[in-house]
């Protein structure tokens, strides 16, 4: 079949095409109006070592608190697989998340160690409201976790964190960039079903 009859296939069934790809458009819109808001939200938690050894020789202690500040850094990246401590963070923000099931725990909250002193932790909500709470009782919650730890090792484990205010993003989608994309991605998907349809018929 030469490019003649190609371009005679889709003239004659040029209305077609362009029905399929002003619904897929339409389609396309009507999704991202449609589609509700997310915040993205932003944690950075910063490990610091509460005191120092008191000493004119040399100091063992920066080189300790080090290590120990990398393992604190592990510990809380797990803390927030943790079901519990999760369950403890969305009760102290009073948000009701409805969790269906204990995967949904593990999976709310992603927690990277970016350095030994340095955690950076990420998730979603639907409101900037809840954003905000759920921040504040995640750096509570991990510090009064800390505080435990401290207590029970008798002051051995001398650490805090603190927290500058989260980065909080709203992620709305870009509904006439998605109908531009729909229309084109329209355009195509009609001309697929109009070469089908010739094909099978």
Same mark, same amino acid.
């Given at each position: 079949?030469?490019? =003649? ?15 399929? %790809? ?11 109006? +449609? ?12 490990? $610091? ?20 500040? !990398? ?6 990246? !797990? ?16 948000? $009701? ?16 160690? +970016?350095? %030994? ?8 909500? $639907?409101? =900037?409201? $809840? ?53 084109? %991605? ?10 089908? =349809? =010739?094909?099978?018929?």
């Amino acid at each position: 079949m030469e490019l =003649r009859e190609y371009l005679k296939i889709i003239k004659s069934n040029f209305k077609l095409i362009i029905i399929i %790809s002003i619904i897929t458009a339409v389609s396309a819109f009507l999704f991202s109006t +449609m589609k509700p808001v997310v915040y993205e939200i932003s944690i950075s938690l910063a490990i $610091n070592k509460n005191k120092t050894q008191i000493t004119d020789d040399f100091k063992y202690d920066g080189y300790y608190a080090l290590q120990a500040s !990398e393992m604190l850094a592990n510990t809380i990246v !797990e803390w927030t697989k943790s079901p519990t401590i999760v369950d403890a963070i969305y009760q102290k923000a009073g948000v $009701n998340q409805n969790f269906k099931n204990i995967k949904s725990y593990t999976k709310k909250f992603t927690a990277k160690k +970016m350095s %030994s002193q340095h955690v950076e932790i990420k998730f979603k909500t $639907n409101t =900037r409201e $809840n954003a905000e709470k759920i921040s504040s009782a995640t750096v509570k919650i991990i510090s009064d976790k800390i505080k435990t730890l401290e207590k029970d090792s008798e002051k051995e484990i001398a650490f805090s964190v603190s927290s500058e205010n989260p980065i909080i993003i709203e992620n709305k989608p870009d509904a006439f960039l998605n109908l531009f994309i729909g229309l084109v %991605s329209g355009f195509i998907l009609g001309i697929f079903i109009v070469f089908g =349809r =010739r094909y099978f018929t």
